[in-house]
């Protein structure tokens, strides 16, 4: 018997059968285990290595009860990570099925992503893929190699392609006190952002230590009161903030 999308396989760290901060809806998430930024506030760090073990290979059709079971009460699924990208061929072969599928079908597929991948890759997703959430570290070079440990050039590549595309659905910003929230750098983020859609979908989040890595000093979770400041620095034109 030939193989089919379904027996693809994939380093799935973990999944969340319900979730209305990762897309738009109730949504059921796959978090997806290897990462290629080390990010200094990764709030899944557990995420970043590599998979080595078999006990994290599951295959599409593993997680089709799952999320048939919770499909009554979702408008879609996400898959995260880590960085979902770098498992291209078991994104695809899950929202493949997904779609195929005459009681998953209506669900939208969407992918949560450091913005690293090549065209090639994001080529090949753009077909089973409804929209695609990328997280922008930061918009200065520097900080953002400082913060990842990898260029922003990529991320902000994805950014302009994924819009021309009609598959971005919003940006990330990451909001860490000290580190990428200087007034300046936050205005000139808005600027290039609205340059590309002046009502482009923005999320700010706050950084919260809850779940980090220790760092040395001690990286500082902004106030309410800071990230309402640094949205009022980053928003230009029409673009849509939400903060969280």
Known sequence: MSATPADTTGFVADTITFSNVDGPGNRFVVFLQGCNFDCVACHNPQTIPLATGEHFRTSVAELLPRIRRAAPFLGGITVSGGEATLQPDFVH???ST???DPDLGRLSC???SNGTPDDATWQRLAPVTDGT????KCFDPDIHLQMTGKSNAPV???IELLHGMGLLYEVR???LKGVNDDPALLRRTGEWLASIDPAMRVK???FRAHGARPHEPA???PTHEELEAAAANLQVADLELCLV
């Open 219 to 221: 990286l500082v979770p």
């Open 156 to 158: 902000l590549h994805s």
């Open 98 to 100: 997904v779609k195929a």
């Open 173 to 175: 910003l990451l909001v």
């Open 204 to 206: 700010m989040i706050a």
């Open 110 to 112: 969407f992918i949560d």
């Open 133 to 136: 959430m990328i997280d922008l």
């Open 93 to 95: 072969a899950l929202f």
